[in-house]
């Protein structure tokens, strides 16, 4: 593991050299398919990525979010986002990062968020969630009424898009905070965010942040409880800095 993880820490310092030449720079906006913008610096921190693990990781798969899958033979695939919360990067907000998950047989045993503008970094594993090199835990939070519950936006629950209706109108709607992307995870891993719920979102939005958050004492899953692996595809999110509160969130989802 801690050949992975110094892995892991170098794919992240070579993302963040690019990450910062860009930022609060002139650069063009380009929109893809799905209608999420794309920029130079989401392509050019995951090819450097790509470069590192190509040369030093070359039986392992990679999973990225702007050129794809590229199949492996080791049973280790490598899935990168090169800049989450590509929105808050166009306009010079740092609550974006960059995540780096390693999976073994599918499942995430190592995740890293990179918010290289602030020089701040998470990694976790089995073995805990650090911040900065400094072991980290999530909060105790033993009822959902002072519970501090976070969400990227509420247009992931809008009926017209998804299934899950306004879900977030379940809850105590002044308990929400908006915007903050993987961000808000590595919060919660630091004791500032209780519960955290979002929708459409694919492996490379939330692999990285499984270990995290569970390396932090904390607990992470889909809306129905089901473990998140790169097969779990487009997918629901639910974490909780304090996992006994799990239930109770379930219940009102």
Known sequence: MQEFIAIANRLAD??????????????????????????????NVEKRMREILDAERPDDGIYGEEFGIKEGS?????????????????????????LIALCKDGVPILGVIDQAILNERWVGSASGTTFNGAS????????????????????????????????????????FFWGGDCYQYGLMANGFVDVILEAGMQPYDYLALVPVIDGAGGCI?????????????????????????????????
Not at 153 to 175: C, W
Request: net charge negative; glycine share 10%.
């Open 74 to 98: 080791s049973g280790y695939t490598w899935v990168l986002d090169p800049i989450d919360g590509t929105k808050s990067f166009v306009i010079g907000r740092p609550t974006f990062g960059t």
């Open 136 to 175: 980290v835990t999530t909060a105790i939070c033993g009822s959902l009424d002072t519970a501090r519950i976070g969400s990227t936006t509420p247009a992931m629950f809008d009926s017209k898009s998804n299934t899950h209706g306004h879900v977030y109108k379940n809850f105590n709607e002044s308990k």
């Open 221 to 253: 899953c889909d809306f129905k409880g089901q473990a998140l692996t790169i097969d779990s595809g487009t997918s629901t999110v639910v974490a909780c800095g304090d996992a006994s509160l799990f239930e109770d969130v379930k219940a009102l989802l």
């Open 14 to 43: 070579e993302a963040g050299e690019i990450v910062r030449k860009y930022f609060r720079t002139p650069f063009d906006v380009e929109t893809k398919g799905d209608d999420s913008p794309v920029t130079i610096a989401d392509r």
